[in-house]
């Protein structure tokens, strides 16, 4: 049964309520479990289990170090195009933003991956919108032809598709998937997704699956926090990983915890999680699912970031740019707006300006370059590993 099916009987309303009234003893009780349920889950994001905060924050870093070690791996997304056919209310690569977009070259696309090798990078996330029209699925397999030649891990946050239009990319040498469900909320989902193919809520539900059918071996999910209810979503992310961990049992399966950004379109979150909040969240998680890879991006301010470290996080983006051509500059020549799939000229003004760049998708909290990023983490006692994770442990 896929999880869009498991879904449906979840009862997410009473896991909230239970979560909403949860009390000191039942935060003990849960954190005395070997085993953590969802129903312990719940308890253990509990507004009850906030004032056990550092409790919970010290079993996740036990449990985090025993696991994993005293180390960080780093990636970086290459966005290969701002193009999208879909209009989701929080992204600034909404089909109906007026933005500067592009979708880079092969060219384009090997010099970006030479910056970021450069870097020290090895783990790439090519991240692109949604546009069959400009990043078709020839064009996404070729570009992660080229970039297996040299990059070492390559996974992919594209548009979701069928598992017959993943395994050409498997084939090609991608070994992970990330995609976000954004929100749990069926209802909050119809309203942020109103135009595209991602208005289909259990289609994207099931992308992770269909994945792994195809051969990926990395799995990324997650919810973008600042839609729905913190809780409701952490619970149905939580209930998530359950499946996968039994459906999906030969991937690794990491969470990330994006909370939203500013972006073109200018949206204003719908609900806030505080950083306590997603502290609490992050070890809920670990305790839940010591082997799990939680990850964090520069959506987070450094300070933060820096707090997060020893608390479970195992991977951590730097010095990201969410722009395609965002390291070189590349793909600046071919800036355009794009009106019902068309290509039309950039405004006057951006067309030859050497500044002008295409349109980020959110704008990122944590500038800091990649090196001073990973002398952060060495200073806080921590590895920064460029390099795949599996190779890392058996080198
Ligand atoms: S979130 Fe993804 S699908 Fe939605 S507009 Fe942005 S790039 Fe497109």
Request: glycine share 8%; net charge neutral; hydrophobic share 40%.
């Amino acid at each position: 049964m896929p999880f869009s099916e498991h879904f449906d009987s979840l009862p997410l309303e009473s896991l909230v309520r239970r979560s909403n009234q949860s009390t000191s003893h039942a935060v003990q009780e849960s954190l005395s479990r070997s085993r953590v349920t969802l129903e312990d889950f719940a308890t253990l994001i509990s507004p009850a289990a906030a004032a056990s905060l550092e409790t919970l924050s010290r079993l996740s870093q036990r449990m985090t170090q025993q696991r994993f070690g005293k180390v960080i791996r780093l990636f970086a997304p290459l966005y290969l195009s701002n193009e999208c056919i879909n209009n989701c209310q929080y992204c600034g690569f909404s089909r109906d933003n007026a933005i500067l977009r592009v979708t880079l070259t092969l060219d384009d696309v090997r010099r970006e991956a030479e910056a970021l090798l450069g870097q020290g990078f090895r783990n790439i996330l090519l991240v692109s919108g949604e546009h069959p029209k400009f990043v078709s699925d020839d064009y996404l397999r070729s570009c992660v032809s080229l970039l297996h030649q040299t990059v070492p891990g390559v996974s992919l946050e594209i548009g979701p598709m069928e598992t017959t239009g993943y395994r050409p990319l498997v084939q090609a040498g991608a070994e992970g998937l990330v995609v976000y469900q954004e929100t749990y909320d069926p209802r909050i989902y119809g309203e942020m997704h109103t135009a595209g193919p991602k208005r289909n809520f259990a289609w994207r539900m099931d992308t992770a699956e269909r994945a792994y059918a195809a051969g990926f071996r990395r799995l990324g999910i997650g919810a973008l926090y600042g839609l729905g209810d913190w809780r409701l979503e952490a619970i149905s992310v939580a209930a998530h990983v359950q499946h996968l961990l039994r459906h999906c049992w030969k991937a690794q399966i990491t969470i990330s915890m994006p909370r939203l950004r500013p972006c073109a379109g200018e949206f204003e979150p719908l609900t806030h999680m505080t950083d306590r909040e997603m502290v609490q969240a992050i070890c809920a998680f670990r305790i839940m699912f010591p082997d799990v890879g939680l990850v964090l991006s520069t959506r987070e301010p450094a300070r933060l970031r820096d707090g997060l470290i020893p608390l479970g996080i195992t991977l951590m983006s730097a010095g990201s740019h969410t722009e395609p051509g965002g390291y070189t500059g590349a793909g600046r020549d071919k800036l355009h707006l794009t009106e019902h799939g068309r290509i039309v000229a950039a405004p006057s003004g951006s067309a030859g300006d050497p500044q002008a760049k295409a349109a980020e998708q959110f704008n990122i909290a944590d500038s800091r370059s990649p090196d001073e990023v990973a002398l952060a983490i060495r200073r806080l006692g921590y590895d920064p590993v460029w390099k795949d994770w599996d190779s890392a442990l058996v080198e």
